[in-house]
Structures are given as structure tokens and as C-alpha cells.
């Protein structure tokens, strides 16, 4: 299985559509620090996800960073992404792993100690723990986790796999970049720091250079 670099897991998120293309948005994430193109779309029908996907990848392509869909292993299969993310209501990362194959990359989302568990058995490639900080991009039943419950999970997960890199989501921006890569994150995966930015090359830059600022001083 493929090693996934998460240091700055840019999510592409469809409503995005209002402010920019997507797959320009996409590029310039890649082009500025972005390690991990992900694309996000809890609202419109498979061939309209599918539509939208297909020019993301292309926007990528010689990039050298991969691109997976959220959710939906026959949009990215559909699409010829490089792999996927799933949540805990999707399908089982081993059934994805059997219809992508060895060199797709399968993300997971974990949100608690049962999500931990369940992520220690499954043939995943990254796991993304959601809930450190509120988060306004979607709305999210769960508790928040905060920085000790991610610390917590994530001592779960690398007491078992330790070669998984962890990364963190919901409501990261620079500073708080900082404190969950001190906390043992490998990466962080954000939309609005990015792209509600004025200048999304500009975001992606910074936040891209404070994470890894961040990994430098946690592994000394």
C-alpha cells in the first residue's frame, strides 16, 4: 500500500463552485504546499460528482500529488482518482481496498475509540481523526474531541500502526496547525483556511510552512 504524505490534506468541497472552478482551486492547492487533494460533495448526484471530478484529477496531473474522492468508491473509480476517504457510514475499507486495489490510497475518518479500533484492523493508508475544533463547513452531531481526545485517539491508532500517519480535521487554521502537530498529528486537512482565503495560493503557503515548522520542532 502506498505511503500518503497528509501533512496539508486540501479538501475541495463542491460549494466551493460558487467562488471559483474546482479544479483551479485544486491546482493551486497542489502548487502551494498541498500534499493531498481531496474532493468532498454531500449534495449532488453521482454523474454531476463524477463530471466534476474528472477535471480536478486532469488539473492535477504532473502535480505529483495525489487526488482521492470523499465518500464514494464508484465516483473515484469512475473518475480515475488515486484512491479515496471514507467515514464511518461508507463502505468497509476492506470492500474498498478489494475494488481498488493495492496501490489506491484509502483514508479513514475517526471520531472516537470505537472508529480507533475499527481503523487498527482496516487496510487504510492515512486516518484523519475529525472534531479537534468546531468546524463550520458541515454540520457535525459529534462531540468535538479537542486536542487531549486527539492526542488520546491518536495514541490508539500508533500504538498499533505505527507507521499510519494521522492526520487532523475541523476548524484548523495556522496556530492551530501548530498545536495538533505538537499534539502528534503528521498533517492537517482543512477547506476554509485555504480557500475562503483572498489569496488561496497565499493560505495554502503559510500553512503549508507552519506545519511543517510545527514537525520539525515536535520530532527534536
Do not use: W
Not at 452531531?141 to 479537542?146: C, E, F, K
Not at 480535521?169 to 499534539?183: C, K, L, S, T, W
Request: with cysteine; proline share 4%; aromatic share 2%.
Amino acid at each position: 500500500m502506498p505511503k500518503v504524505d497528509c501533512r496539508l490534506n486540501a479538501i475541495v468541497d463542491a460549494r466551493l463552485a460558487d467562488k471559483a472552478n474546482l479544479a483551479d482551486l485544486a491546482r493551486t492547492a497542489a502548487l502551494n504546499g498541498a500534499t493531498l487533494i481531496q474532493y468532498r460533495d454531500k449534495t449532488n448526484s453521482t454523474r454531476e460528482m463524477i463530471e466534476q471530478a474528472r477535471p480536478i484529477g486532469a488539473a492535477l496531473a504532473g502535480t505529483g500529488v495525489p487526488f482521492v474522492i470523499n465518500d464514494r468508491v464508484d465516483v473515484a473509480l469512475a473518475a480515475g482518482a488515486d484512491g479515496v476517504h471514507l467515514g464511518r457510514d461508507d463502505m468497509d475499507a476492506a470492500t474498498a481496498r478489494s475494488m481498488m486495489g493495492d496501490a489506491a490510497i484509502i483514508g479513514l475518518t475517526v471520531k472516537s475509540e470505537m472508529d480507533a479500533q475499527a481503523a487498527i484492523g482496516s487496510p487504510i493508508d492515512y486516518a484523519c481523526i475529525e472534531g479537534v475544533y468546531e468546524t463550520l463547513s458541515k454540520h457535525n452531531p459529534d462531540p468535538r474531541v479537542g486536542l487531549e481526545g486527539f492526542a488520546r485517539l491518536g495514541v490508539t491508532l500508533l500504538a498499533a500502526k505505527p507507521d499510519l500517519p494521522v492526520g487532523a480535521i475541523a476548524g484548523i487554521n495556522v496556530q492551530r496547525a501548530a498545536d495538533v502537530d505538537a499534539a502528534g498529528a503528521d498533517g492537517v486537512a482543512v477547506i476554509s483556511t485555504i480557500f475562503a482565503a483572498l489569496d488561496p495560493a497565499a493560505a495554502a503557503r503559510e500553512l503549508r510552512s507552519s506545519v511543517d515548522k510545527a514537525l520539525r520542532e515536535a520530532s527534536q
